[in-house]
């Protein structure tokens, strides 16, 4: 297996040449996107589209299949990952294709894979990779979200690479590591397997992670998420202020200073209870946007109320510094 970086014209251009190329997609993130709340002036609620309506609106003639089904999260299927070919034989100009690398990947939303095998065959291998073995015993597998395939790739050996994408012949994702900005810009990713393999017929847990591969892929993650909030914090910065809370006293500060401020976020989040990647970031958004109000007795007393449950506590925190701009969405 090789990784390499690549672009999004080289990736439409690479797809339109291949006879079988497939979309893996993340279906409760892209019905999360798609949900439109109910405007204030509105008399009747949006329609609420599932992710085979959301295809359809693309391109009504696709094949589809849930990737969980007939597995021991088949009552869980249709929040599972959706696998989707997409025929570029026939319509080499594929309005779902440009859509997903247009919109859907920039969301976090999926990968697209090549593979010389039919979509029933693809199906049954990415179901073999719903749970992953490690010395610690079983660990689930979302190999649909692309933030955590770089890391993962990382630690295996070209050989391991090639056996656990099986029968894709190829991989292509964009990695979203926190805002776009003028110091940051995602990055289109290519696996290329050197040595394709027919498709699995076990059931789960046959990858096998080594405890140093684990400890490693935690290490690497660690430090991907430090990265996608300095990228975050940035393009905050860069825009001179967030949602009306401006953040000038932010400008002064190097990507060292900040990322030193991050991590100590990050440590003293997890002493306050808060372990959560969404919740944490809100903390640390809070403490460097607005860093006189966090300060306060208040707040500091919410914070460090260990009876609290962290979104209560995080919630309440929020409230104190009218900070409820602070959102940040689960990807």
């Given at each position: 297996?090789?990784?390499?970086t690549?672009?999004?014209?080289?990736?439409?251009?690479?797809a339109?040449?291949?006879?079988h190329?497939?979309?893996?997609?993340?279906?409760?993130?892209?019905?999360?996107?798609?949900?439109?709340?109910?405007?204030?002036?509105a008399?009747?609620f949006?329609?609420?589209?599932?992710i085979k309506?959301?295809?359809?609106?693309i391109?009504?003639?696709t094949?589809?299949c849930w990737?969980w089904?007939?597995?021991?999260?088949?009552?869980?299927?249709?929040q599972?990952?959706i696998?989707?070919?997409?025929?570029v034989?026939?319509?080499?100009?594929s309005?779902?294709?440009?859509?997903?690398?247009?919109k859907?990947a920039?969301?976090?939303?999926?990968?697209?894979?090549?593979?010389?095998?039919?979509?029933?065959?693809?199906?049954?291998?990415?179901?073999?990779?719903?749970?992953?073995?490690n010395?610690?015993?079983?660990t689930?597998?979302?190999?649909?979200?692309?933030?955590?395939?770089?890391?993962?790739?990382?630690?295996l050996?070209q050989?391991?690479?090639?056996?656990?994408?099986?029968?894709?012949?190829?991989?292509?994702?964009l990695?979203?590591?926190?805002?776009?900005?003028s110091?940051y810009?995602p990055?289109?990713?290519?696996?290329?397997?050197?040595q394709?393999?027919?498709?699995?017929?076990?059931?789960?847990?046959?990858?096998?992670f080594?405890?140093?591969?684990?400890?490693?892929?935690?290490?690497?993650?660690e430090?991907?998420?430090?990265?996608s909030l300095?990228?975050t914090?940035?393009?905050d910065?860069?825009?001179?202020?967030?949602?009306?809370?401006?953040?000038?006293h932010?400008?002064?500060?190097?990507?060292t200073?900040?990322?030193l401020?991050?991590?100590n976020g990050?440590d003293?989040s997890?002493?306050i209870?808060i372990?959560?990647q969404?919740?944490?970031?809100?903390?640390?958004?809070?403490t460097?946007?607005?860093?006189?109000?966090?300060?306060?007795?208040?707040?500091q007393?919410?914070?460090a109320?260990t009876?609290?449950?962290?979104?209560?506590?995080?919630?309440?925190?929020r409230?104190?510094?009218?900070a409820?701009?602070?959102?940040?969405?689960?990807t």
């Amino acid at each position: 297996m090789q990784i390499t970086t690549t672009d999004k014209a080289t990736v439409q251009k690479q797809a339109r040449n291949k006879a079988h190329v497939y979309l893996l997609l993340n279906t409760r993130l892209l019905e999360d996107k798609a949900y439109k709340p109910l405007a204030a002036d509105a008399i009747e609620f949006p329609p609420v589209k599932n992710i085979k309506q959301l295809i359809s609106d693309i391109d009504k003639f696709t094949w589809s299949c849930w990737v969980w089904e007939e597995s021991i999260r088949d009552d869980q299927k249709e929040q599972g990952p959706i696998l989707v070919k997409v025929d570029v034989e026939s319509e080499p100009e594929s309005d779902l294709l440009t859509h997903f690398t247009a919109k859907w990947a920039n969301q976090n939303g999926g990968i697209l894979l090549t593979s010389d095998y039919s979509l029933d065959q693809l199906q049954q291998h990415l179901r073999s990779l719903m749970i992953l073995a490690n010395s610690g015993g079983a660990t689930s597998f979302s190999i649909h979200r692309p933030q955590q395939l770089t890391t993962i790739f990382a630690v295996l050996e070209q050989s391991r690479g090639s056996e656990m994408l099986g029968p894709i012949e190829a991989m292509f994702w964009l990695e979203n590591c926190g805002s776009a900005s003028s110091t940051y810009t995602p990055q289109w990713y290519q696996a290329t397997n050197l040595q394709p393999h027919t498709p699995q017929h076990q059931e789960t847990e046959w990858f096998y992670f080594e405890t140093s591969q684990t400890a490693e892929m935690n290490r690497l993650a660690e430090i991907w998420y430090q990265q996608s909030l300095l990228h975050t914090i940035q393009a905050d910065i860069e825009q001179g202020d967030y949602k009306g809370q401006t953040l000038n006293h932010l400008k002064q500060y190097s990507a060292t200073d900040l990322e030193l401020m991050i991590k100590n976020g990050i440590d003293h989040s997890r002493k306050i209870g808060i372990k959560d990647q969404t919740l944490m970031q809100q903390y640390i958004q809070m403490t460097l946007y607005c860093p006189e109000k966090v300060r306060t007795d208040s707040v500091q007393e919410m914070l460090a109320n260990t009876t609290l449950h962290p979104n209560l506590k995080i919630k309440k925190a929020r409230q104190k510094v009218k900070a409820s701009e602070y959102d940040v969405s689960t990807t």
